[in-house]
Nanobody, 114 residues
Framework: QVQLAESGGGLVQPGGSLRLSCAAS????????MDWYRQAPGNQRELVAT???????RYADSVKGRFTISRDNDKNMVYLQMNNLKPEETAVYYC????????WGQGTQVTVAS
């Protein structure tokens, strides 16, 4: 049974930081590309960051220089360090991977507000 479980969301002030975590199970984690997406109310889900099995990374232009995706293959974990957060980045953040089909976690809410 595939499970992706995000954690680490919460309320943060503009300019603040959060570190999201995603615990994966039931998949050959070491072999898979892992993604972080986000979806704000009324908006489509958008790709934020990607990390390959070799830890190459890609970012949406809007988060480059502020967000860092990383992975720990020993722990089957993927992380998203988010710095200098902006109010418009308030969204539900999802961990995702493709293994025969697309899998999603349940999401973690990030609210950026003063």
């Amino acid at each position: 049974q595939v499970q992706l479980a995000e954690s680490g969301g919460g309320l943060v002030q503009p300019g603040g930081s959060l570190r999201l975590s995603c615990a994966a199970s039931g998949i050959p984690f070491n072999e898979l590309v892992m993604d972080w997406y986000r979806q704000a109310p009324g908006n489509q889900r958008e790709l934020v960051a990607t990390i390959t099995r070799g830890s190459s990374t890609r970012y949406a232009d809007s988060v480059k220089g502020r967000f860092t995706i990383s992975r720990d293959n020993d722990k089957n974990m993927v992380y998203l360090q988010m710095n200098n957060l902006k109010p418009e980045e308030t969204a539900v953040y999802y961990c995702s991977t493709f293994w025969g089909q697309l899998f999603w976690g349940q999401g973690t809410q990030v609210t950026v507000a003063s």
